[in-house]
């Protein structure tokens, strides 16, 4: 797995993050599922996003672009681009057409284009340039939704959200974390099971073992350091 970039430090939030409503399991499933994060963490204690961003402007942005496309590509298109444009004020600078020439290799490349110069403006003229870490202000940006703010917040540290994207979700069913048919109940499930010492890190560890592990179609559980700890396990042997 590739050094991820760190992240700046994070400014305090306003408000204190809303506390997940913890679910009542029996002390064996409690166990197991430490156990499991235990694991992860022993794999990789500071888990982060794959994301090249070196600012919370870069960051953000870099995940408002990565929407339905692939994290390589991404950073392979904000090496362009932030070589140029790593503040609202550039950003704004470059303008659309300047920037949709940077970004064409990505998926909707044109609305995402919109979007990043209007986020910019947005910031310039409501926060003074720099990117507000409160979910209701970031979810207020074009571009960032729910799951976008819910990825920097967590990257950023300041409080914790798990992001439930395809992988998220496979592997949540996979070790029976969580049974919810949509990305929304699967977070509360998640955010409801996972023992608090883990839960600001736990979004990346379920990314990364559903993209490098828990892959769709052959899960590697040969060499799934939670492989005795895992549920599903026999379906693939
Ligand atoms: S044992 Fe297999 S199915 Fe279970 S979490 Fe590991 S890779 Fe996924």
């Keep these: 797995m590739a050094a991820p970039p760190r992240s700046p430090a994070a400014k305090p939030r306003k408000t204190p993050a809303k506390a997940p ?17 235990e ?12 994301l090249n ?7 953000v942005t870099a995940v408002a672009l990565s929407a339905q496309a692939t994290d390589v590509s991404v950073n392979k298109a904000t090496a362009r681009l932030f070589a140029v444009a790593d503040t609202p004020e ?8 300047g920037l949709i020439p940077l970004i064409a290799s990505i998926g909707l490349f044109r609305t995402k284009a919109r ?3 209007a986020a910019a403006r947005i910031l310039i003229e409501q926060h003074g340039g720099e990117v507000p870490l409160e979910r209701a202000a970031l979810q207020a940006l ?20 798990i992001a439930v994207d395809t992988h998220v979700f496979r592997v949540a069913h996979r070790l029976k974390l969580a049974f919810g048919k949509t990305p929304d109940q699967v977070e509360a499930e998640l955010m409801a099971v996972i023992p608090q010492p883990y839960l600001v890190r736990a979004h990346h560890w379920l990314i990364l073992h559903g993209r490098y592990v828990c892959v769709a179609r052959r899960p590697k559980c ?13 379906l693939f042997s």
């Design 115 to 117: 979007n990043v110069i």
């Design 53 to 59: 961003y070196d600012s919370p402007y870069t960051l």
């Design 142 to 161: 074009p571009g960032v939704g729910r799951k976008t703010a819910s990825v920097v917040l967590n990257e950023l540290r300041v409080e914790p959200a």
């Design 39 to 50: 694991r992860f963490e022993a794999a990789e204690s500071d888990p982060r996003t794959e």
């Design 90 to 97: 550039k950003m704004l600078a470059l303008g659309e057409e």
């Design 222 to 234: 040969e060499e799934c350091p939670v492989a005795d700890l895992c549920p599903s396990r026999a």
């Design 21 to 37: 409503v913890r679910r009542r399991l029996p002390p064996a499933e409690q166990a197991r599922i430490a156990t499991l994060f």
